[in-house]
């Protein structure tokens, strides 16, 4: 198998840097408060994981066909379109609670695992916190699982 290099890793711009350097002021407050979120939420200071993306924690993983690679636990991307919140791609046995927090969001848009908001003020803060806090929750349990199956195989 080809190896491919990977785009999205970690830089050594920081995430504040990168917030300043937005060109659009709404959207530079948008991420700060984004970024105020993930703090509270993962107790971590972000990374910036590639040109965009300001990332929380970090997790190794590896698909059966081999590629395997390191990525960011949780994280959003302040794109000029919308802003992408990387949320796991599925909650499990907290699904229910997950459908009903997306309910009552506000306006919004769902992807495999991102959540897409145009403006901040048109969602609910303390549900879109909820959410994030939702989906590490979540991360930490899947991770727990891998941790656990891996080390029955072994």
């Avoid at 703090?39 to 965009?52: A, D, H, I, N, Q």
């Avoid at 897409?116 to 803060?125: E, S």
């Avoid at 699982?145 to 195989?153: A, L, M, P, S």
């Amino acid at each position: 198998m080809a190896e491919t290099k990977l785009k999205t890793k970690p830089t050594e711009v920081t995430a504040a840097e990168f917030i300043a350097s937005l060109p659009d002021g709404r959207r530079r407050e948008e991420a700060a408060a984004l970024d105020a979120i993930y703090r509270r939420v993962t107790g971590l200071e972000p990374k910036m994981w590639g040109p965009s993306i300001v990332g929380y924690g970090s997790y190794d993983y590896r698909y059966e066909s081999g590629h395997s690679g390191t990525m960011c636990k949780a994280g959003f991307s302040p794109h000029k379109a919308a802003l992408t919140l990387y949320l796991a791609s599925s909650y499990g046995d907290r699904q229910g609670e997950a459908d009903a927090l997306f309910a009552r969001l506000g306006k919004h848009s769902t992807g495999k695992a991102c959540l897409y908001v145009k403006r901040l003020d048109q969602v609910d803060a303390d549900v879109l916190e909820q959410l994030v806090a939702l989906s590490w929750e979540r991360m930490d349990r899947h991770l727990a699982e891998q941790v656990t199956e891996w080390r029955g195989k072994s």
